[in-house]
């Protein structure tokens, strides 16, 4: 039989191996359907692999997703304590009567940054 183009050339493909088939023994057809069995399994394995491997790396990097979101707020928490603290520091400073020029020096700070306070 020659071989002829066809604009679906799976779905031949399936028949021409049906039509061998048909034309095995009982014991080859036996052989055949576990050996197709079990590249059906094979592959099912893979799939079933690569999907727990996708499941397994999303579900990683959302906890770090998480670890870095928590690390950052921590960060920025540390950071508007600092900054609070400072403008406390700058007031009692003030109420003391020092100046803008000897507060900044005094916590070596630029002098805009004791004006707005």
Do not use: H, P
């Not at 079990?38 to 397994?56: I, S, W």
């Not at 870095?68 to 003030?94: D, P, Y």
């Amino acid at each position: 039989m020659g071989n002829i183009e066809f604009k679906d050339q799976e779905v031949f493909d399936r028949l021409w191996n049906l039509s061998n088939c048909s034309m095995l023994s009982i014991e080859e057809r036996r052989k055949y359907e576990r050996s197709l069995k079990a590249y059906r399994d094979y592959v099912n394995q893979l799939d079933f692999a690569k999907n727990e491997g996708r499941a397994e790396g999303r579900e990683e990097g959302r906890e770090e997703g998480r670890e870095e979101g928590r690390e950052e707020g921590r960060e920025e928490g540390r950071e508007e304590g600092k900054t609070e603290e400072r403008a406390k520091t700058i007031c009692t400073l003030r109420r003391k009567g020092k100046s803008d020029e000897e507060i900044a020096s005094l916590l070596d700070l630029d002098i805009e940054d004791v004006k707005s306070v």
